[in-house]
Structures are given as C-alpha cells and as structure tokens.
C-alpha cells in the first residue's frame, strides 16, 4: 500500500528550481514569503520539495522573478546547469 | 562569521520534545486517575499541567492547529487537515473505548456498578480533551524533524 503511494507521488511529482532563482536574485526566504502572502516555513517546505504548491502559489512565485512558470516548475527533473561544462561525467567519472 | 540572531524551527525541537513528553506524561496520569476512581485534585493538577503543556506547544507551532481556514497558508492548512484528522479518530477511538467501560458498569449488576459508574465523568473528560489537543501536540512533535536550512 505504502509502495503503491509511493509510486503514484512519483508520477505525480513537480520539481521546482525556486531555490536556485531565490539565490540568484539575492532574495531570502522570508522576503519572497512575505511577498507571496505565505509563511517562510511554506517556501522552505517548497524548496525542499515536501510540498507542492497551488497554482495560485506557483503563479505568484513566478510573477515575483519575473519568469513563465516552466522556468521554474516541471514534471521532469531540471537539468544540472553545470553539466554542460563539465570534463567528466560525474557518475561514471568518464572523460567526455 | 557572525552567528543567526533568529531562533529558528530547529531551535525549538528539544523545547518541542519536552512539552510534548510532559504533555502525554500528565494526560496519562489524568487518565489513569480518572479510571482507579472519582475526580480528585490530583486529576486537577493532572490536567492544569496538561493545559499548560497545551498552552506551550500552540505558542510553539503558532496556533497553526486551531486557526481558522482564511488565517494559515496552504502548507498550514495541508499539516492542520492532516494533524486534525488524527485527532478525530483519536477521539472517536476513545470515546468508544469509555463506551464500552461505561455499557459494562452499568451492566455488572442490577443498579450498575457505583464504584465504576462514578469514573465516568473522569474517563469522558480525559478522552475529549485528549482529541482536543492532539493536533497541537502532533504537528509540535513534527518540530523535531525541522530544520533551518
């Protein structure tokens, strides 16, 4: 039973790169928090991705960067966007 | 490097952990008063202890667990429905558990059992406050697992 829920929040999960855009915009938790209304607990729940937002959370939050909301929010897992520059993959630890 | 000013969530998990262990220490001997015999004023500090363990652990969450809908944000909400569903079932279980005590006093003997009959207003008390102030203490004890990031 546990397993089946498991598995059905996986096919449901969304990522998010809130904390990446936070960061590069300078901004802390609790300023983007008060700026969307929510507490700074909620963000970090969010950043850490045990909670999924509204749509009307994400849609504040994306209004607040200045971004559509697949730059920030996505079914699939973001792309690292150091893994372009790098000499080896990580993982394997081949040269590319 | 200067250190946080802020007290954040982590600071508060061993606060956290001692006002829940008081709290569940004192409603069980409330209840355990409550079932050896009638009120008495240890079941009295029993339950201001309580109270006040109660008290604290609302302070802790910031009351997020009696607010109303409009006053918490949707991740307060989703951990207030969650912690709130739990008490209910608690006190559902308990008040059938107190119903069964109670059927079977009245049922021992032809005018029931005094003796028994007489704890009654005891073990009802201990199951309704214990459904009342389960959600506080269940999302306080979720403080300990809280970190600041």
Known sequence: MARKTQERDEGKRIYNRVNLVRVETGMSRADLA?????????????????????????????????????????????????????????TTGDAR | MTAPTTRGPADRAPLAVAVVGAGALSWLTLATLSALGPWSWAATLATLVFCACWLGSRFLIGDIAEKRRGAVDEYELEQRDRARNVGYTATLLLGAVVFVVLTVAVNLADGGDDALLRTAPGLVFSALVAGAALPSYLLTWQLRHQRDD
């Open chain 1, 34 to 90: 008060a700026q969307v209304g929510v507490n700074p607990q909620t963000i970090g729940a969010l950043e850490r991705g045990d909670h999924y937002p509204s749509l009307q959370l994400a849609m504040s939050i994306c209004e607040v960067f200045d971004l559509p909301i697949e730059a920030v929010f996505s079914r699939e897992p973001f792309r690292s966007i150091t893994a372009a520059y790098r000499r080896t993959d990580p």
